[in-house]
């Protein structure tokens, strides 16, 4: 059986068995394979953009004798998909921002209809994945966040559900932070920053939000040494936005205390 990553088997362990699964942005295919290879899954689609990438997938597929249950299809993100052929959809190892456009695109042309779970994993601009959950009414159920080969990854699992905002509403509610700051500017924070992920911090959150400050201490050094009036601003607005951050972060060590 195929040996996935740290990052995709967390990806695989929070699909539910015996769901049908598309994942997008399948390059290789290796998830949909181990979740056929493993038993996990009846039937797998792999929808991929890009010719190289798509012949790949169907390698694999041909490589592991699954072309009859693992169907490769080229195509630009859920439009591969018919609406109700699926429960669950992944979408891994891609930004933030083209994941939300993705999803949304799909969302207008009804292939989410039928489908019950998402398995989002953005590279970069987690906020815009939450944001675009927040909006279309989906519960987010749970987050992880890993490190593998000094990259950090979060994994979002989100369902349809009919009490999706209730809980939303409870879980973006950043009081347990007891940071004096008004409801909207915590929320925002939460969004960014992960409302499983700050409830239950791992070392690994600290580190990225640690790399963070120090890339944009690195910027605001830059910026001190121009005389533009924007620069002293934007200086200023960095300034403050790591100065957050920490205070967010000192809450969250003090709370482990
Ligand atoms: N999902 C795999 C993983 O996490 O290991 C592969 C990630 S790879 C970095 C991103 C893949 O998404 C590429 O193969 C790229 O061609 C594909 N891709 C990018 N935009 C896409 C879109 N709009 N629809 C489908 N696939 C897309």
Known sequence: MIKLSKRLQRIADYITINNRVADIGSDHALLPVYLLQSGKCPSAI??????GPMLAAKKQAADAGLTNRLNVRQGNGLAVLEAGEVDTVT??????????????AGYIAGKLDGV????????VGED??????????WKLNDETILEEDGKIYEVLHA???????EHNE?????SFLQIDWDKPTLTSYLIRMG???LRNPHPALIKKWKNEINKIEWICDKLSSSDLPESALKRKQFQAEMKSIQEVLNCLQ???Q
Do not use: C, F, H
């Open 46 to 51: 792999a929808g991929e953009l890009n010719y």
């Open 91 to 104: 979408i891994a190892g891609m930004g933030g921002s083209l994941m939300s456009e993705i999803l949304e």
């Open 116 to 123: 019950s779970e998402l398995v989002l994993q953005p590279n």
């Open 128 to 137: 815009a994945v939450r944001i675009w959950l927040l909006n279309r009414g």
């Open 159 to 165: 369902s349809k559900s009919t009490d999706a905002a």
């Open 170 to 174: 409870k879980m973006y509610d950043g």
């Open 195 to 197: 409302p499983y992920l």
């Open 254 to 256: 003090m709370d482990k």
